[in-house]
């Protein structure tokens, strides 16, 4: 789901493209009798990263999705009442026509989202500003030798830090998104989250380890290939310090009810919310082949169908312990039959800091 709140200082004014998007999306949400609908499109497989820790998609042939496909997409997902778009890659700012796509998806409606490993430039933050609802960069450490070591790309800490800096300046919707190394162990990520609120003035996301099971653009797993068993421990043990954080008063965007379910499976336990990938989260790759998500087979091309109301394909999945990839599980919690439960639950869990961000005080 996007970020609840973000630190901002700066403020973008209200304008019509705004204006349009939340009457879109509160249409939406009553026409799907109150249910928001996800949608990822992945425009392009070039990375300039080298993270062996989770993903492998810069060893993939490199490929740009044609800027006219993009907009079918587009065009396709609007149609069929779906609200919120995410940018994917690879590295999404290498995409040569990314604010041309934002742009067009801003003028269609939808709230737009994209996670950029920080090496984006000047330039294309202030093009992406006006249509661009949030932007989230990769934190990979609060260590600069560390968090370059893991990209394998000497600097690019640097640049990512710059980048959260200019985001900000621009009044941008930003917060920092850091992956879960199986690696570390909870004292870690208490450092992380502090640096990414304190050090960098922007709201803390996780990024939960997980491995692609299908044979597609999404080669995702990396070194978490040959490590599955001796890490699920750690992983729990940083979710619920993620979520102590949260409930304390840090400033964590990842929504309390997801991590909760995380924890729930991870302790064996039945998950409370049900993922709708397949049905309200769909994922488009450059080739525009349709997924329900990055573990799932193909469903089909969209250009031979654009017929996106679909029912989840495999009810299996609600329930499948194994599969608990932020993107489609957290976004979940958006539909229907949950989204009062799970608003109720997140506010709950810091009452307070909702609070302050509602009173507008600092």
């Not at 630190?7 to 973008?12: E, P």
């Not at 810069?58 to 995410?86: C, G, H, Q, R, T």
């Not at 742009?103 to 249509?131: D, F, P, Q, V, W």
């Not at 985001?167 to 640096?195: C, H, Q, S």
Request: proline residues 4%; positive net charge; charged residues 25%.
């Amino acid at each position: 789901m996007p970020p609840q709140v973000v630190r901002n200082q700066a403020s973008r004014e209200p304008n019509v493209l705004q204006y349009k998007t939340v009457v879109r999306t509160v249409s939406n949400f009553l026409k799907n009798r109150g249910e928001l609908k996800f949608a990822f499109i992945q425009v392009t497989t070039r990375c300039n990263a080298m993270c062996t820790d989770r993903c492998n998609i810069w060893a993939s042939k490199p490929f740009d999705m044609p800027l006219a496909d993009v907009k079918f997409a587009i065009d396709v997902l609007a149609k069929n009442e779906f609200s919120i778009l995410y940018f994917t890659g690879g590295e999404t700012g290498l995409y040569p026509y990314l604010a041309e796509a934002v742009e067009y998806a801003k003028n269609k409606g939808l709230i737009t989202s994209l996670t950029t490993n920080g090496t984006m430039t000047i330039a294309t933050l202030k093009r992406l500003n006006k249509n661009l609802d949030f932007l989230s960069v990769s934190v990979d450490h609060y260590d600069g030798c560390i968090w370059d070591n893991t990209k394998h790309v000497s600097g690019i800490s640097k640049k990512a830090k710059g980048a959260i800096k200019e985001a900000k300046a621009l009044g941008m919707r930003v917060y920092g998104i850091t992956f879960l190394n199986p690696a570390w162990v909870a004292e870690d990520v208490t450092r992380i989250v502090k640096y990414v609120n304190d050090d960098l003035g922007v709201s803390f996301a996780m990024s939960y380890p997980y491995i692609s099971s299908n044979e597609s653009t999404f080669v995702v797993g990396g070194d978490l290939r040959n490590s599955r068993g001796q890490t699920q421990r750690r992983v729990r043990d940083m979710t619920a310090k993620v979520l102590e954080m949260k409930q304390h008063g840090s400033d964590v965007a990842t929504v309390s009810g997801y991590m909760k379910d995380v924890l729930r499976a991870h302790d064996g336990l039945p998950m409370r919310y049900p993922c709708k990938a397949g049905a309200s989260i769909l994922t488009i790759d450059c080739n525009l082949d349709v997924y329900p998500c990055y573990k799932r087979k193909k469903l089909f091309n969209l250009r031979e169908r654009q017929d996106l109301n679909l029912p989840n394909p495999d009810n299996s999945i609600c329930d499948d312990k194994n599969c608990l990839v932020n993107c489609f599980k957290e976004a979940s919690l958006a539909s229907r039959r949950v989204v009062i439960k799970s608003v109720a639950e997140e506010f709950l869990n810091n009452p307070k800091f909702y609070l302050k961000i509602l009173s507008g005080s600092d």
